[in-house]
């Protein structure tokens, strides 16, 4: 089972709405951590998942963004009226290190809708896990690996649990080596002793608002290597120019045609996603769409990537 982190900004919201059909192929459980108190593009992103009837994850209590650390109305507000008469979710409580424990069950005893913990810090798991045992509405765990070790984990054996591994290393993008090991959680995450793996995607732990002008343009995609037992890295096509912060279209197109002469070699190891196809076509019509499009396709790439990896399992 995967769970795709996602962090409610534009293009995650949009990849969600676009990809909901796809991810009711295979069985994907999408986290969305609300980052903007315009809510309109995480209302219509709900929807296409209630649509395809898609479980998923709401956190209520967001760490970063606009919505950290003030008054979650605005969430509860989409669970009372967009969600109200959908099931098929549970609403996640993410503990770290400054979170409080009564501030915990309280939320747990007075949810209305099953709670998953996401595991984010917290530093005394065996007080956590007595402290929930008892609490039915707790059915499931889900752990960032970053901050989560093995021991930590080990407390929480009565519920579903879920490993999230940040495969994506954030640097700036002229610092990106051509190639470098994303994740094998997908092939190894039931040696872990877990339920679940999940990721996130291309775009990684780090959150930021937005970045500054562009030196180099970056495309990154993940493949899965057959010839290093189905283990998954993740390529990073560079512009050729790094030094200025001009011409960002002239660039994409040098990436571009870096992805796409490599897709094409004989036994590439790229999966053929309509993302790629889309990435071909742009090049095709010497098109630049925008960085937020850019890195769009690259998400939905990843997760037709996983859907092809977990249908082909079965």
Excluded: W
């Excluded at 980052?35 to 009837?53: I, M, P, T, W």
């Excluded at 752990?143 to 407390?155: D, N, P, T, V």
């Excluded at 796409?260 to 590439?268: A, C, P």
């Amino acid at each position: 089972m995967y769970y795709p982190y996602f962090r409610g900004k534009q293009y995650e919201l949009i990849t969600i709405r676009e990809n909901a059909e796809r991810m009711s192929q295979a069985a994907i459980v999408p986290i969305l951590e609300p980052v903007k108190q315009n809510v309109s593009g995480l209302r219509r992103a709900l929807e296409a998942l209630v649509e395809q009837n898609i479980r998923f994850v709401l956190i209520v209590n967001p760490q970063c963004g606009e919505l950290c650390d003030i008054d979650p109305a605005l969430i509860y507000d989409l669970v009372n009226n967009t969600l109200s008469e959908y099931r098929n979710f549970s609403l996640g409580y993410i503990v770290n290190q400054d979170t409080l424990l009564p501030d915990i069950t309280s939320f747990c005893k007075a949810a209305s809708h099953p709670v998953t913990i996401v595991h984010s810090g917290y530093q005394r798991g065996h007080e956590l896990a007595d402290a929930l045992k008892n609490l039915k509405k707790v059915t499931e765990h889900i752990f960032i690996e970053e901050f989560c070790s093995k021991l930590y984990r080990k407390h929480f054996n009565e519920k579903t649990r879920v490993l999230i591994r940040d495969g994506f290393i954030k640097r700036t993008n002229r610092e990106h080596p051509e190639v470098e090991h994303f994740s094998d959680l997908h092939i190894t995450y039931k040696d872990e002793g877990v339920d679940g793996f999940g990721d996130f995607l291309i775009v990684g732990d780090d959150y930021s608002e937005g970045g500054g002008p562009a030196y180099a343009i970056a495309i990154h995609l993940t493949y899965i290597d057959a010839d290093e037992d189905d283990d998954m890295f993740v390529k990073h096509y560079l512009s050729d120019r790094t030094n200025t912060p001009v011409d960002p279209g002239g660039k994409f197109l040098e990436a571009l045609q870096k992805l796409v002469d490599d897709v094409k070699k004989k036994n590439s190891p790229i999966y053929r996603s309509d993302a790629v196809k889309e990435y071909v076509k742009c090049l095709e019509r010497e098109h630049y769409p925008g960085l937020g499009y850019v890195k769009k396709l690259s998400m939905q790439h990843h997760i037709e990537l996983m859907i092809n990896s977990l249908t082909c399992d079965l």
